[in-house]
């Protein structure tokens, strides 16, 4: 799975990306205008749009004597399930192991079985109240979408200059750790 996201994500073929992109920036969009309910049920009337106008042209031509009538779609129709039953037990198994240690997790955080973690999750929804002050969540998901398909393909085909500012950026703030530490006084340390 994680590789067939790298050839999304890093273009290796363009036209898959370029589909993948274009259909969820379209629904993405469409969210910003219309109701997720109604984005469902325009996409679904779009899919049963084409696939029926197909299969009725498939009767045609069988009324004309030019094709067998065959449903155009009967190889999905034919095909197996992608996931075995227990291939589908591990994912089950595995998500719920996920959802258990998330909900421990968030249990943990909002009942401050750690004061310094919970104070640092509520300083995190702190920002994240200003960020929403300026964004709606669909906006940074368009952006999220944005750079997911954008900024890998811009640093593999920039590499070189991007590693050498980042070492640059790097060394900086290593010299101003440095500096500061430098500044402070050292711990003296207790007699026993």
């Not at 999304?8 to 969210?31: N, P």
């Not at 991007?162 to 900086?172: K, P, S």
Request: no cysteine; hydrophobic share 50%; charged share 15%.
């Amino acid at each position: 799975m994680g590789s067939a996201v790298a050839d999304l994500v890093y273009w290796r073929d363009t036209r898959t990306s370029a589909l993948v992109f274009t259909g969820i920036m379209v629904t993405l969009l469409s969210l910003l205008h219309f109701s997720i309910v109604s984005v469902g049920s325009y996409g679904a009337l779009a899919v049963l749009g084409i696939t029926i106008t197909l299969r009725l042209g498939r009767k045609g031509l069988q009324a004309l004597r030019r094709s067998d009538g065959a449903n155009p779609f009967q190889a999905q129709l034919d095909a197996d399930l992608p996931l075995s039953q227990e291939q589908l037990e591990r994912l089950a198994t595995r998500l719920s192991r996920d959802i258990l240690a998330a909900t421990h997790t968030l249990r943990r955080l909002f009942l401050v079985e750690d004061l310094v973690d919970s104070i640092k999750f509520a300083f995190l929804f702190y920002i994240l109240t200003y960020v929403g002050a300026v964004f709606n969540g669909l906006t940074l998901l368009i952006l999220g979408v944005i750079s997911a398909f954008t900024f890998p393909l811009l640093y593999r085909q920039h590499q070189a200059q991007i590693d050498q500012y980042v070492g640059l950026v790097r060394n900086q703030l290593s010299n101003l750790r440095a500096k500061i530490q430098a500044k402070l006084p050292s711990a003296k340390a207790k007699p026993e």
